[in-house]
């Protein structure tokens, strides 16, 4: 007798654990993520660095090595005392003249010595000491110059001055209260667990920062959101060298301004007549920023508003070293005709600073700085003098 009742139900199998196979696919994508990074990373920092903006960090300088010696200046050990016959420049000034974003061969002062051992290098021998410093002001290199720059004994220091220089004169304002004194009855474990809290994503950011893929990435952005108007520079903060340009827009107080002037005329008068007492030859040399280089868009990365601009920094160290009788080298008129050369065709473009830095010269502005130094400021000095030829 054939059965004809409908077949048994075939219920469907289950799913033997849901939350596992969510944590395989979610083990997989991360490890997935994680290899592209470091597959990104090993890409910029090994096969294609010239693609990447290096980190900076203690040791590092956008991915060029920093070296310092016992001195505490970038560069290789030499003797404090100088040796018979030699001929030493010490050119001092801030992250401009210490070589941020460039290696240590390529700083304009390594350049600058290249070029005199060209033409003089049979004559004597020669060191050009880097006096250059993160965040460099008078002040301390004035104490430097009493500590340790007169036992160097240089014939020629040279102050490579760059606009941030203005604003470093101004005082330190008062610090803020802590956070004990506005929360003193928060228990000292919780203060201190916010206070970590705080620092964290510095900690995370000074890390990310550490690695070619990030800084490379983060530039990329940067310039973007620069160029659509996303990001803005502050124009009104009292540090860096947009302070010394005085803004319309950042409605700056006249007299703070005046004051930041004054007291950096103060100070190089101070550093000058040291250094001139003790019997060294004194220039200043002017390195503008990239937007007064030129017109063209790309010496503006940041899109200031350059016809806001109520001071010119070049211009108020010119009057400044005229007051004091000091010679000045500007660096302005030759990146400014190399750059006109470049617009006009007559040579393949080049940045001349570092990305995104309208500060910071890369290889090629530090080579062009160290001509123009050695060709208006050094080599006329040298001529004149007959214990060179003796």
Known sequence: MVDLSPPPTVKPARTHNRWANSLRILTTDLVLAVGLLVAGEALLRVFKPSWAVGPTTSTLTRGHAVRRNSLGLRGEEFPVERPEKELRILIFGDSTTFGTGVAEADTYSLQLEDLIRQEFGDELPIRVINGGGQGGNLSTMLTTWEDVGAQLDPQIVVLGFSASMIAKGLPTKATEPNLAEEEASITANVKEQLASLKKLPFQIHRKLYGTYLYNTFDGIIRKNFYRIGILNDNLAK?????????FVSANMDPLLMESAYEQFAAQLSELQAQILADGAHFLIFNIPTSFEVSTDWRDNPRRFPLAERQIHP???LEKIATRLNTPLVNLQPGLSERRER????????RPLYLSQD?????????????KVLFEQGVRPWLLEQSWLHE
């Open 314 to 316: 070049g211009a108020q």
């Open 358 to 370: 309208f500060s910071h010269l890369d290889s090629d502005g530090n080579e062009i700085a160290a």
């Open 238 to 246: 009292t540090r860096g060298a947009v302070f010394a340009y005085d």
């Open 342 to 349: 470049m617009l006009m065709g007559q040579e393949p473009y």
